[in-house]
């Protein structure tokens, strides 16, 4: 990708990565009996909990009539349709029931299926993963098994306190993730007394290296002008304090934070909902100031502060993307969108071709920027 492509005018298909882990909605908004819809990578999902806890994910349509089956009834065991009350195992989404046959007619409806996804549940969130797309006209099978397991917040020694947040982005998944990663909008976009100004600006040396699927803001000391990172080095009394700060395909950010004996992790993703519509949901996990009273609710706060203004900037900028502006990328601030937009399509290119995916960075690099 040169430094004037525009990610906007990149083939749709490059716009969303199947075959991956996605957040689908936090955990306690999932509750035992009840159906919740969902929409990932524009594929329309029922959730649930059954009678002893474990989520399930199949796909919001029924298969008779297309009928969702969000709509219909479900009992802890199986899954009812509103329309003609076929029923459903709702982890392998094979049909149990249809009321209608008759006892000599011989439908082996063992062999018709709901599309099923597979379903984690952890750090306060349900997570499905989306296949391939199957062809045009095809049946729905029991589903595979995906070749890893979901993505978890990096967990170190210790009681911790967790909190998360979730915040809809009027912008393309491609948006999303490169403001995510943008290491120059901080002093104009996150303004506060308690975090920095515009007037703190000042040149950032950085060294990245690469990482499978992805890259890796390696271990660096934290910024000199944010008020929390001096009052971190002060409470914890450590010899060194570092933050290392990971993107990894599809579309999450990893950041760690070591000072001694305390840490604090987190985890963001940016998921496609539709073509046009994202998802940011950021959960954190930290051993600091676990003391404080409210403590998690005070994080919430803060990033809730930063989430709001990134999605107020991005739907200020959807504005300007009806238009279909040229876009720009530059050297040294864009070179991680640059990263992300070659990972894309390195990645497409070998599923295509069946050959090992090759990485855009050939090794360490150092980019200096002002922020």
């Known amino acids: 990708m040169n430094d004037l492509e525009s990610p906007q005018r990149r083939t749709p298909d490059s716009l969303m990565l199947y075959g991956f882990w996605y957040r689908a909605l936090p955990s306690g908004e999932l509750t035992r009996n009840r159906l919740r819809s969902a929409t990932l990578l524009e594929t329309p999902l029922v959730l649930g909990r059954d009678q002893q806890g474990k989520a ?97 917040v990096p967990i170190f020694e210790g009681k911790h306190k967790i909190a998360y947040l979730t915040a809809d982005m009027p912008v393309t998944v491609d948006h999303g993730i490169i403001g995510l990663m943008d290491p120059a909008h901080g002093p104009f976009v996150h303004q506060a007394w308690w975090w920095r100004s515009r007037h703190s600006i000042h040149e950032k040396q950085k060294n990245f290296e690469p990482i499978p699927m992805g890259f890796r803001m390696s271990a ?66 930290w051993n600091i100031f676990r003391w404080v009273p409210f403590g998690p609710g005070l994080l919430k706060f803060v990033f809730a502060k930063f989430v709001e203004q990134d999605r107020r900037t991005m739907e200020m900028q959807a504005e300007g993307l009806k238009h279909n502006p040229h876009l720009m990328l530059i050297d040294d601030a864009d070179r991680p969108a640059k990263w992300y937009f070659q990972l894309k399509e390195n990645y497409l290119e070998a599923k ?11 090794g360490p690099v150092t980019l200096k920027w002002r922020s």
């Open 56 to 152: 399930f994910a199949l796909r919001d349509a029924c298969p008779h009539r297309g009928m969702p089956l969000a709509c219909g009834k479900f009992d802890g065991l199986q899954l009812e349709c509103s329309y003609h009350g076929w029923k459903f195992d709702p982890h392998n989404g094979q049909c149990q029931l249809i009321p209608s046959l008759t006892s000599d007619q011989k439908l082996k409806i063992d062999r018709i299926y709901a599309g099923s996804y597979a379903c984690e549940g952890h750090d306060n969130y349900v997570w499905v993963f989306i296949p391939d797309p199957l062809p045009p006209g095809a049946g729905f099978t029991a589903s595979a098994e995906p070749p890893v397991p979901a993505p978890r």
């Open 220 to 285: 660096h000391t934290p910024s000199s002008n944010s008020a929390p990172y001096k009052l971190l080095r002060m409470y914890a009394d450590a010899i060194t304090t570092t933050t290392t700060i990971d993107f990894v395909l599809p579309n999450m950010r990893y950041e760690t934070i070591r000072a001694g004996k305390y840490w604090f992790a987190s985890l963001t993703t940016v998921t496609p909902i539709t073509r046009s519509q994202c998802r940011i949901d950021v959960v954190a996990c």
């Open 352 to 362: 295509r071709s069946g050959a090992e995916m090759k990485h855009p960075m050939a």
